[in-house]
């Protein structure tokens, strides 16, 4: 089974310059998660869809970072305009729902930003 | 919101003896508590979970434990090998159908020395 693809894997830009992450979660999964991880830190949520819709941005910086899921499969997260605290490995998830409550939620080998 | 507290920091032990994290969560609602394992540079990767309807679960070296009552959940690894060395997260999560999000605690380094 394929896993959570992501790309680009690595990214440096400059504070105040723009950047776009992708993301193709695992087949049939209707679930899809952003999650952003500061170093030596745990995954935080940015954002959960639902197919094509948003479940949850509360954590979302919206007045910065924008994400989309259009068709209900492949996402994207942007960031403009960059700040150095952005600095992060974006994760990228996705889920299916098991039938017993909660779910299992398998991840992408992440987008590593350096924002100098 | 829901909050997961992950202790200790750091661990380190000797190959062969046994080590426990431990976490506390926040919200009563909470039903699924997966723990993860990341090496450097490496994803997130399920290594056991459990639900509130089930107080123990064991895979192998693994185990985990789950008091509903006091609100915290335990990693037991057994027989460590320097191969379990990296970083472990633990994560409480709550709702129904897809729509569950999990909230990380702060992660573990285990080192485990030969």
């Known amino acids: 089974e394929a896993g959570v693809a992501q790309s680009p894997r690595y990214k440096i830009i400059e504070k105040r310059q723009s950047v776009a992450f992708w993301c193709n979660p695992i087949?049939?999964?209707?679930?899809l998660y952003w999650y952003q991880q500061i170093l030596g830190q745990g995954p935080k949520l940015l954002i959960q869809f639902q197919n094509n819709g948003v479940v949850d941005d509360s954590q979302l910086p919206k007045d910065r970072f924008s994400a989309e899921r259009l068709k209900g499969v492949d996402s994207t997260l942007k960031i403009q305009p960059a700040k150095l605290e952005d600095s992060a490995v974006y994760l990228c998830a996705s889920s299916f729902y098991s039938g017993t409550g909660g779910n299992t939620i398998y991840f992408g080998e992440g987008s590593w930003l350096t924002v100098v | 919101g829901e909050n997961v507290e992950q202790h200790p920091s750091t661990l380190s032990v000797q190959e062969g003896d046994s080590a426990v994290i431990k976490c506390t969560y926040s919200?009563?609602?909470?039903?699924?508590f997966p723990w993860y394992k990341q090496e450097l540079g490496k994803r997130p990767q399920l290594i056991i979970d459990i639900r509130s309807n089930v107080g123990e679960k064991k895979d192998q070296r693994i185990a985990v434990t789950l008091n509903k009552t006091a609100k915290h959940f335990s990693l037991h690894i057994t027989e460590t090998q320097p191969e379990d060395s990296a970083v472990y997260f633990c994560a409480a999560s709550k709702g129904s159908g897809n729509t569950g999000k999990l909230i990380f605690g702060q992660g573990t380094t285990l080192q485990v020395k030969p």
């Open positions: 087949s049939g999964h209707a679930t």
């Open positions: 919200d009563s609602a909470s039903n699924y």
